[in-house]
């Protein structure tokens, strides 16, 4: 055993405990303790598993000697699962975001990663008897021999030897061990075969009379290469029992192989027989140019490239992501969404091939662990994915983009309420790669570093391709004399005859609902129920189809009835519109047209989002509805028109982003519509026709919006002027809720360093009730980060009484 190894660790546990706990390394286990390994340690009598953090050659002195540490059980992995940079990125979450360190630890891992201990091995008859060729074959050999079937967990826990996988692996080659410990469990397998030596002639002559299996015989005669069993018997039809026989008649030869799963269900679009690459234009130039500067000249360098939709962004970072490679050096490309990977994952995928993987909780569990597997081995080398992929286990990071950096789905909403955008600015910084931050509307954070120099602005101006900027047409809703009950949506007279004319055209059309269900309420004109979550407090929503109603902030359902529940009146009305019922009035109003639905509910739909688009570029579908979802993103160069129902949904929202979120959204739909050699329209339907944030929107004012909820955050002291913390208590018992926010808010307050920082409230919470507890907030904000930081560290309780949730930088205040 040699003297380099680790005599202590620091393991990050599953536990709200703010550190890492040390535990004494079993001497068997010191040759695989390593920093970003998972391992299995007790707290009390609990078993749990954790990753090691730390490792110290001696007793850390911090540590009083009156303790005694206790020796963890075991490792889970023979190779670390967390890079350095990913432990260092986790303790800045730990301490940023004031989330414990093993909570943090454990939501950067897929939750399934299979450990490397459980897989068993024994002895075979030879092994039984076979004489060790070294020391620790010999130990290997001793051990099963005792024990019989071991894992390699107990293996190596008994024998204590530095490589076990290689001693084990030249057991093997030798026919002394067999087990699925030795096969590395995120490969499958499949069985192939291949004809035997011989001629075809001989090989027909030997098959006997069976019809099918001269015909597997010449299907791999005429492949000249060996096939899987399964491709074999789908080709010729026959049974896997037809491939069998040959076997035993040693015709055909069986053996397996590796399979490789194929990603491509989880990519959108054909590949296209490109011709000549692109011509980049100038502006697209430069901005390639500086970020190949600093990919390779291996320092960290934050940009922020801004250029309206289909100003060739994605080109850019692509290109840059291909000199990242070129520079041997790896790249992540987020994207806010799991409904934009498919379209990127083609288009990475034909420019980068193998190297790529995709991330993502959409994957199946084979193919989550073979890609992820992919990128440790260092095999791929671009990973694509939502925010959980700035998480992959890349080494030599070159290149780190953000696409729509201004997405508020970067946000987790569950601890760890960590921001992708803003961590891949802290990875990228450890890692000295290159973060690129992408944007046709950024977010006010990123233009207030620009002004502050932390983020360099790259432009460009120019629209790609023919397409030029569509149309804005607005709609004025009171001046359709409607009615104007909340969430009720309209096709205006305008709205019509726009999409009469497109269709005429043979266009294509999106529209945008940011609702799904068939209503956001059912409610009973009798007596007034509006059916709601007796949990949270609010209607549940109408989903039409599925016949049942579902509250959209607990999950919880109840079947439809069919008369009031309260009155017995069957007076049961569906108020307002979701994407459901917007599509059941498209459909009166143009019968024949092939419409679809891209929404949150089609992500549970056989293909998913993948398909829908899929349809829908393939021109099978006119129109498609959708939530915020349709707005991002996409490429459809047949859309000639898109049109917001209700521009207004976000804007009477209580939270100071919503004004930036509904101009967000407007740009972003804009830029969906003309992308192709035809300029495209936009409508706007709205009760607010003045609102500076839908004249931007409508003229492609960007600067003029920028200044203007710049003034309304500077005034109001509002992120990115402020750093904001939301702390929110929630109990089933509301006074006892109401008690201890208060009494956090009196704590606060007491604190030296409050008067840097400002506090609002206690107050309800805009989501008062949510499922069965009662929720309260305070806001607290200051333009002193570090002093806002360290007076929250002090006060807020370690362990409070009340369940606490601690949002640092909160996108949304529900
Ligand atoms: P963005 O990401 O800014 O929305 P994309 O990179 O997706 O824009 O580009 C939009 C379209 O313009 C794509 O079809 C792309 O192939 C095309 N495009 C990009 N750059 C050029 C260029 N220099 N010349 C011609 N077409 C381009
Ligand atoms: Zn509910």
């Not at 569990?365 to 925010?387: C, F, K, S, Y």
């Not at 780190?400 to 950096?405: A, G, K, N, P």
């Not at 309260?566 to 599509?583: D, F, I, N, Q």
């Not at 899929?614 to 498609?624: H, N, Q, S, T, W």
């Amino acid at each position: 055993m040699s003297s380099d190894h680790a005599a202590f660790v620091d393991i990050a546990l599953p536990v709200p405990l703010p550190n890492a706990l040390t535990y004494q390394v079993p001497i068997a286990w010191a040759p695989l303790a390593k920093p970003g390994a998972r391992a299995r340690a007790r707290i009390g009598k609990r078993l749990l598993t954790g990753v090691i953090i730390r490792i110290h050659d001696s007793r850390p002195e911090r540590i009083s000697e009156e303790i005694t540490l206790r020796p963890f059980e075991e490792i889970v992995d023979r190779e670390p699962v967390l890079t350095p940079d990913l432990l260092e990125l986790a303790e800045f979450m730990a301490d940023y975001y004031m989330t414990p360190i093993g909570e943090v630890i454990r939501s950067m891992l897929p939750s399934d990663l299979p450990p490397w201990g459980d897989r068993r091995v024994r002895l075979t008859d030879a092994g039984a008897l076979a004489m060790p060729r070294s020391a620790e074959e010999r130990l290997v050999l001793e051990a099963l021999r005792e024990t019989g079937r071991m894992t390699l967990a107990e293996l190596q826990g008994k024998v204590g030897i530095e490589d076990l996988d290689a001693v084990l692996a030249d057991l093997a080659e030798g026919g002394k061990l067999s087990g699925e410990a030795l096969k590395p469990r995120s490969t499958r397998y499949v069985s192939a075969v291949e004809l035997a030596p011989g001629g075809l002639a001989t090989h027909l002559a030997a098959a006997g009379r069976s019809a099918q299996g001269k015909a597997a015989i010449e299907y791999l005669h005429a492949m000249g290469r060996p096939a899987t069993t399964a491709e074999v018997a789908a080709a010729i039809g026959c049974t896997p029992a037809v491939l069998r026989r040959l076997v035993s008649l040693g015709i055909l030869r069986q053996f397996t192989q590796v399979e490789r799963l194929s990603m491509d269900r989880h990519m959108f679009g054909m590949r296209d027989e490109r011709g000549e690459p692109l011509v980049l234009r100038p502006d697209q130039n430069q901005a390639l140019d500086a970020l190949v500067r600093v990919i390779q000249r291996k320092e960290f360098s934050p940009f922020l490239l801004q250029g309206m939709t289909g100003s060739g962004k994605t080109e850019v970072y692509l290109r840059a992501a291909q000199a990242a490679l070129d520079a041997g050096r790896a790249v992540v490309l987020l994207v806010p969404e799991i409904a934009l990977v498919p379209a990127l994952a083609r288009e990475a995928e034909q420019r980068f091939g193998d190297q790529l993987a995709i991330l993502h909780s959409g994957l199946g569990t084979g193919e989550r662990h073979q890609e992820w597997e992919r990128v440790r081995r260092g095999e791929a080398r671009v990973v694509l994915g939502p925010r959980s992929a700035l998480f992959a286990p890349v080494t030599d990071l070159g290149l780190i983009v953000v696409d729509e950096e201004q997405d508020s789905a970067y946000k987790q909403e569950v601890d760890p309420r960590y921001n992708a955008r803003d961590l891949a600015l802290v990875r990228g910084r450890d890692a000295a790669a290159a973060v690129l931050l992408v944007s046709a509307t950024p977010s006010m954070e990123s233009r207030y570093n620009i002004e502050k120099n932390k983020l360099e602005h790259v432009r460009l101006t120019v629209r790609a391709g023919q397409g030029s900027l569509p149309e804005g047409i607005l709609v004025d809703l009171k001046e359709e004399g409607l009615s104007r009950r909340p969430g009720e949506v309209h096709f205006s007279e305008r709205l019509k005859y726009e999409i009469g004319v497109n269709l005429e055209a043979g266009e294509q059309i999106i529209l945008l609902r940011n609702r799904r269900g068939y209503s956001p309420i059912l409610l009973c004109r009798a007596c007034g129920e509006d059916h709601r979550c007796p949990d949270c407090g609010l209607p549940r929503t109408f989903h039409r189809r599925e016949r049942k109603l579902l509250c959209h902030y607990c999950g919880s359902t109840i079947s439809l009835p069919s008369r009031c529940q309260t009155c017995k009146e069957e007076a049961l009305e569906p108020v307002g519109s979701g994407t459901e019922r917007v599509e059941e009035t498209f459909k009166e109003l143009f019968p024949e047209v092939p419409v679809d639905v891209l929404d949150r509910d089609t992500l549970r739909k056989p293909g998913g989002p993948a398909a829908v688009l899929e349809r829908f570029a393939r021109g099978d579908v006119r129109v498609l509805i959708g939530t915020q979802m349709v707005s991002k993103g996409h490429h459809f160069p047949g859309v000639s028109l898109t049109a917001v129902l209700a521009a207004d949904a976000y804007l009477g929202f209580p939270d100071f982003r919503a004004v930036e979120r509904t101009y967000n959204l407007l740009t972003q739909l804009a830029g969906r519509a003309g992308r192709g050699d035809r300029p495209g329209r936009v409508v706007i339907q709205t009760y607010h026709p003045d609102h500076y944030a839908i004249q931007a929107a409508l003229h492609q004012d960007d600067e003029g919006f920028a200044q203007e909820e710049m003034r309304f955050r500077r005034v109001f002291h509002y992120p990115p002027y402020t750093r904001m913390v939301q702390l929110l208590m929630r109990d089933k018992d509301r006074e006892k809720a109401w008690g201890a926010i208060r009494e956090l808010a009196a704590d606060l307050a007491a604190h030296p360093l409050s008067r840097q920082v400002r506090i609002t409230g206690p107050a309800p919470a805009p989501l008062e009730r949510l499922r069965n507890e009662w929720r309260f907030q305070l806001l607290v904000r200051s333009a002193a980060g570090k002093d806002l930081h360290r007076m929250l560290r002090d006060v807020v309780p370690q362990n409070p009484a009340v369940a606490l949730v601690v949002d640092v930088d909160p996108q949304q205040l529900l």
